[in-house]
T-cell receptor, first 110, second 110 residues
Framework: GDSVTQTEGPVTLSEGTSLTVNCSYETKQYPTLFWYVQYPGEGPQLLFK?????EKGSNRGFEATYNKEATSFHLQKASVQESDSAVYYCALIGGYKVVFGSGTRLLVSP | EAAVTQSPRNKVTVTGGNVTLSCRQTNSHNYMYWYRQDTGHGLRLIHYSYGAGNLQIGDVPDGYKATRTTQEDFFLLLELASPSQTSLYFC?????????FGKGTRLTVV
């Protein structure tokens, strides 16, 4: 079946440093890929949909890239802030099912 | 903005008890999902549905039943609750791949 595997956490960073979260996936269908973010006490919410292969997407200072040949996609931010502390999920939609990675907890210290 | 409402937000039950978790979405989305979230496992799909009267089995269905009574309402049933079902449960709805989550129901089985 479909699956996604992502960077294990927690990831602890200082404010102003850069972040990269990696995800790899397996599917027999054409993948539709997403990044979600979950803040404490809330449900996950969409960060953005990953654009087509070799294109970049961005939202709230985060960027996503997708390497179709390596079946991997990545979330990056050049300079994290304390408010970015959250759990980040990559997700794959194959058919009707939405499959999430195990989540990467980011802790940003001031 | 899409709205998914879960009730109750917190529930404590005894082993062997009968529990129903409720979910309502007001966006006329076809797809609805039940996930459980546990430390180290991320979001795991229990059941999902693509319309009233439809039910699909997810990745961790054992011990759970679900019913989609209307386009808006999706219920998760635990008929003989066990301590291993202590978890945070999320309901979600989806259209065109974007998933909207409720705030979650924390279930404790003692």
């Amino acid at each position: 079946g479909d699956s996604v595997t992502q960077t294990e956490g927690p990831v602890t960073l200082s404010e102003g440093t850069s972040l990269t979260v990696n995800c790899s996936y397996e599917t027999k269908q054409y993948p539709t890929l997403f990044w979600y973010v979950q803040y404490p006490g809330e449900g996950p919410q969409l960060l953005f949909k990953v654009p087509k292969a070799n294109e970049k997407g961005s939202n709230r200072g985060f960027e996503a890239t997708y390497n179709k040949e390596a079946t991997s996609f990545h979330l990056q931010k050049a300079s994290v802030q304390e408010s970015d502390s959250a759990v980040y999920y990559c997700a794959l939609i194959g058919g009707y099912k939405v499959v999430f990675g195990s989540g990467t907890r980011l802790l940003v210290s001031p | 903005e899409a709205a998914v409402t879960q009730s109750p937000r917190n529930k404590v039950t005894v082993t062997g008890g009968n529990v129903t978790l409720s979910c309502r979405q007001t966006n006329s989305h076809n797809y609805m999902y039940w996930y459980r979230q546990d430390t180290g496992h991320g979001l795991r799909l229990i059941h999902y549905s693509y319309g009233a009267g439809n039910l699909q089995i997810g990745d961790v269905p054992d011990g759970y039943k679900a019913t989609r009574t209307t386009q808006e309402d999706f219920f998760l049933l635990l008929e003989l609750a066990s301590p291993s079902q202590t978890s945070l449960y999320f309901c979600a709805s989806s259209e065109t791949g974007r998933v909207f989550f409720g705030k979650g129901t924390r279930l404790t089985v003692v």
